[in-house]
């Protein structure tokens, strides 16, 4: 009964051993993630996601609004289904053609993102140093 005893302290002492080593390897791993941690917090970088996700999204609204809303009735104007982007000067007979209504297109989705952002960061007053 003696050596049964002593096996199990043995294997006692080697159970805690193993607990002891997972918790300092634990305590490494937290250690490495809370100065994760404190980069993301000091760097915003969740800040820089969501402007980023919400960046993207606004684009592809302010592009629907332009082609679905604005670009419909200057094509009516000027005789095109396709708006602004129909609109375009061919060079000579060599088959190239200048795309001006494309670019205008562009230059129109670019300036009503430009106002939508400045209007965002006005009403949040993100525009005030502190």
Same mark, same amino acid.
């Given at each position: 009964?003696?050596?049964?005893?002593?096996?199990?302290?043995?294997?006692?002492?080697?159970?805690?051993?193993?607990?002891?080593? $997972?918790?300092?390897?634990? +305590?490494?791993?937290?250690? &490495?993630?809370? &100065?994760?941690? @404190?980069?993301?917090?000091? @760097? =915003?970088?969740?800040?820089?996601? $969501?402007?980023?996700?919400?960046?993207?999204?606004?684009?592809?609204?302010? =592009? +629907?609004?332009?082609? =679905?809303?604005?670009?419909?009735?200057?094509?009516?104007?000027?005789? +095109?289904?396709?708006?602004?982007? &129909?609109?375009?000067?061919?060079?000579? /007979?060599?088959? !190239?053609?200048?795309?001006? &209504? !494309?670019?205008?297109? /562009?230059?129109?989705?670019?300036?009503?993102?430009?106002? $939508?952002?400045? #209007? $965002?960061?006005? #009403?949040?007053?993100? /525009?005030?140093?502190?």
């Amino acid at each position: 009964m003696a050596k049964v005893t002593k096996v199990k302290a043995g294997e006692k002492e080697e159970k805690e051993e193993k607990k002891g080593l $997972v918790a300092a390897g634990a +305590s490494k791993i937290k250690g &490495g993630t809370s &100065g994760f941690m @404190q980069f993301i917090k000091e @760097q =915003n970088i969740v800040g820089l996601a $969501v402007g980023l996700v919400l960046g993207t999204h606004a684009g592809a609204l302010v =592009n +629907s609004l332009v082609n =679905n809303v604005f670009m419909p009735p200057i094509g009516l104007l000027l005789g +095109s289904t396709e708006g602004l982007k &129909g609109w375009a000067v061919p060079l000579g /007979d060599t088959g !190239a053609v200048l795309a001006l &209504g !494309a670019f205008l297109n /562009d230059l129109i989705n670019f300036i009503i993102l430009a106002f $939508v952002i400045y #209007l $965002v960061i006005k #009403l949040l007053k993100l /525009d005030v140093k502190k």
